[in-house]
């Protein structure tokens, strides 16, 4: 359980630089093409080619523990790098009601939410962190809390229905909360939340959908991967909420549930592994470019 106390986040932030120059980076040094008659008579033209852009290489580190074990919490960065961690299941196995502010490397124990939770989902609106759902036992909870950086919540909305197992990403002033687990079936809704503002549904998706990897990329909500209860899935979905359309951007190269998305450029991450017996090494980078996903290594 040692392994859980790691700060994902800072982990995640750390790999993502790294993701940046592999990504389009505008740091990192590209070797030399040796030139043939082809290439000069392309330069002569004017004109420029690309080869296919190589996976990057990912190195992660622990930067730091936070104050007890928690597996499955949910996360939110604030203005000024801090993140907020909520929630989530104890060495136990038991859902906390926890709230950590990480700042600088340091994890602290700052407040606590009216009830434990667990597999909530998080977003950062403004200044506060936006709380989604999550497990409270053998059902789920609909309720969406704001939480500032003091540890003090608040409820700020409901779900149209309880859920947890849920994914979310901030795409302007608005979070989407994909998918979900009422406790009896899995859900395929897409819903919207804006402060002050009921939460409505906007996309229905193409099946149920727990635990996929979301983030917000170019515009759109990306979701990728999850299970259906009994089965992980391997698309990549893309939700455009100015034309609200909802369509298939491609395939992961394997099923993927339990994964976490992190936007960087055009590319995001997913933190878990596809398997329990694979190794840490394996951890896969998905970057969606012209409707092609390509893999890098993350190593430890």
């Not at 991967?225 to 391997?234: D, I, P, S």
């Amino acid at each position: 359980m040692a392994g859980v106390r790691r700060l994902a986040l800072c982990v995640c932030l750390l790999v993502l630089a790294s993701l940046a120059a592999g990504c389009g980076g505008s740091g990192s040094k590209k070797p030399r093409k040796r030139a043939t008659a082809q290439s000069s008579s392309v330069q002569a033209s004017g004109s420029r080619t690309r080869g296919p852009a190589q996976p990057a290489r990912l190195r992660a580190r622990v930067a730091g523990r936070l104050p007890a074990p928690v597996q499955l919490p949910a996360a939110a960065r604030l203005p000024g790098g801090r993140v907020l961690v909520m929630g989530g299941l104890s060495a136990a196995d038991v859902s906390v009601s926890t709230i950590d502010l990480i700042k600088g490397g340091r994890a602290a124990v700052v407040g606590r939410l009216p009830a434990p939770v667990h597999d909530a989902a998080a977003v950062a609106l403004g200044s506060r962190a936006f709380l989604f759902g999550g497990g409270t036992g053998e059902s789920g909870t609909a309720a969406i809390r704001s939480v500032d950086g003091a540890g003090a919540s608040a409820l700020a909305g409901m779900l149209p229905a309880p859920a947890s197992d849920v994914a979310a990403a901030r795409l302007g002033s608005k979070a989407y909360v994909v998918g979900g687990y009422t406790g009896t079936a899995a859900l395929r809704s897409i819903i919207a939340f804006r402060p002050g503002s009921p939460a409505r549904a906007v996309a229905r998706l193409p099946f149920p959908l727990r635990y996929a990897a979301v983030a917000a990329v170019g515009g759109r909500v990306l979701v990728a991967g999850g299970t259906t209860g009994t089965a992980a899935r391997r698309e990549v979905l893309a939700f455009d909420p100015a034309r609200n359309a909802l369509r298939r951007l491609g395939s992961l190269p394997g099923a993927l549930t339990h994964a976490a998305g992190v936007r960087q450029r055009r590319c995001w991450l997913s933190t878990r592994r596809p398997e329990p017996s694979t190794p840490p090494a394996r951890c896969p980078i998905r970057c969606p470019t012209r409707r092609r996903l390509r893999t890098a290594a993350a190593s430890s």
